[in-house]
């Protein structure tokens, strides 16, 4: 009853942040659509997504942003703002465009706080941030410090292993124990406790009112703690399957071991942590907004939402790309060296030459009027927990079995359109002109050779060569139609 009242009487105060979120929602809404149903999936990296999204509006309703007082409120920039506001929705306009998801999502608090700015003036668009930042921790970009936590992980356990003396191989963020082999793969990032202590830590942050450098410093605290709880879960598993003879069933099934072990790290701090309580009379009306600010959100709607319905870029169709070198014998896929990791959506084709060196490509074609990538999303198509790199020499990179002695030369790069990218992340951006030209095609490319059994320098050569020689054509219709 009293959370009601509160609520009720911090209504006024919250219904500016609450309106400059409904406009910043239908401003950017196809970004904030897909990004709902990716909350609904409750992924691993994203299971918080949803609450998180709970979680401000109700911080909004029942701990609105502190109101300023007329001797805080200084000059407002509001002009800036709109030109910030129509700048950013330019910037997610061509990113929405060519479905570039992440930097699509990376604008949705950018876009956010220019609304706050252009309607409510620039001292409360700073109040909003820490409400903004946390809202910002729903969004799907946790997968990428997954490599990041994985490799921490296993450096700092690895380390726990050798100083308590426990007879076991490690390589890379694997553990070959006497009687098993625990690898610390992306399930053991930790990624989850990492998210939710960043989630806490700035929940707890805004009902205390900390200023920044406490902010900073709870977040600090508690984003570490997350880390060491996550290294104590995965040490104990390591410690039991090395006492049970890897026969335990917390080997199989150890959620319930994690969250409980999370728990023993973030609560105490919770408990301890200093506690603020807001204090001052606030004023009993906010300012009023500007009528000339809703003009520059429809400047905005103009340049953002409305462009991407009417700007119709059209796919041009081609025929797909094989190697124009001739001499090369077509082979299954199944025969590769190194079997690829490729989603369905990849149309899988390789070849061989008389040297013994394999030539993959892997497209696939844009259809016309779609709103499907460019770029598919691709995991590492050479699988880390089967294949571990053992050196790169230029382009090429040797890689080797986990659980052999076989060792393959490879190099791969990504052919969007008439652009070539060496990195995946590269190939994301390449999207953007490749589309805006047209392009419809895009196509994984892998050199790949085995190894001879003392060496590889041999086999590193023949790929070096095979990718300076390799060059993509279009297959004729005779070709497409024996296909």
């Known amino acids: 009853m009293l959370m009601l009242r509160k609520t009720v009487d911090n209504l006024p105060h919250s219904l500016p942040y609450l309106f400059v979120t409904a406009i910043s929602v239908a401003l950017f809404y196809p970004t904030w659509g897909r990004l709902a149903s990716a909350w609904l999936q409750f992924e691993q990296v994203l299971a918080h997504g949803l609450a998180t999204a709970v979680i401000y509006l109700c911080l ?22 709109a030109l910030v506001l129509i700048l950013s929705t330019l910037a997610w306009m061509i990113l929405e465009l060519v479905r570039i998801d992440t930097l699509s999502y990376l604008m949705l608090p950018v876009g956010l706080l220019a609304v706050s700015w252009t309607l409510l003036g620039l001292q409360q668009t700073l109040r909003l941030l820490p409400y903004v930042i946390l809202l910002a921790l729903s969004l799907p970009i946790w997968a990428d410090f997954v490599p990041a936590l994985v490799a921490l992980a296993s450096a700092v356990v690895t380390n726990w292993v050798r100083i308590f003396g426990m007879t076991a191989l490690i390589e890379g963020n694997s553990i070959t124990l006497p009687y098993g082999r625990l690898i610390i793969a992306d399930g053991c990032s930790g990624i989850r406790y990492f998210a939710i202590s960043i989630l806490l830590a700035a929940l707890m942050s805004i009902l205390n009112d900390y200023r920044w450098r406490g902010w900073l410093m709870f ?31 917390l080997l199989t099934d150890h959620e319930l071991l994690g969250w409980v072990v999370y728990g023993a790290f973030i609560l105490p701090a ?17 300012a009023p907004i500007p009528r000339w600010g809703f003009a520059a959100i429809i400047v905005a709607f103009l340049a953002g939402p409305f462009a991407i319905s009417a700007v119709q870029v059209s796919a041009k169709e081609s025929n797909a790309w094989v190697p124009a070198q001739t001499g090369l014998a077509p082979a299954a896929s199944t ?8 989603p369905d959506s ?7 030459t008389p040297d013994a060196v394999w030539i993959s490509i892997a497209q696939s074609q844009r259809s016309e ?5 460019l770029v598919p ?33 490879a190099s791969q790069w990504y052919q969007v359109g008439h652009h070539t990218a060496g990195s995946y992340r590269d190939a994301k951006l390449m999207q953007i002109p490749a589309t805006l030209a047209g392009a419809s095609r895009f196509a994984l490319v892998s050199i790949l050779s085995e190894c001879q059994p003392r060496h590889c ?15 993509l054509s279009q297959s004729s219709p005779e070709q497409e139609a024996i296909k």
């Open 270 to 286: 919770l408990y301890f942590a200093p506690v603020n309580r807001r204090s001052g009379a606030a004023p009993k009306t906010p």
């Open 346 to 352: 990849l149309v899988h084709s390789a070849w061989t």
């Open 377 to 409: 999303y691709l995991r590492p198509t050479i699988n880390p927990e089967e294949w571990r790199l053992q050196e790169a020499q230029g382009n090429v990179s040797v890689y080797q079995h986990r659980t052999g002695r076989q060792r393959v030369a």
């Open 335 to 342: 025969q590769l060296p190194i079997q690829l990791r490729l």
């Open 369 to 373: 009027n779609t709103d499907h990538k």
């Open 60 to 81: 909004i309703l029942a701990h609105p942003p502190k109101p300023l007082t007329a001797s805080a409120a200084g000059r407002s920039w509001k002009g800036a703002g």
């Open 219 to 249: 977040l600090a605290v508690a984003t570490m703690l997350g880390l060491i709880a996550n290294w104590v879960r995965i040490f104990l598993l390591v410690l039991i399957g090395y006492q049970t003879e890897m026969q335990s069933d």
């Open 457 to 471: 320098d041999q086999a590193v050569e023949k790929v070096a060569a095979a990718r300076t020689r390799l060059r």
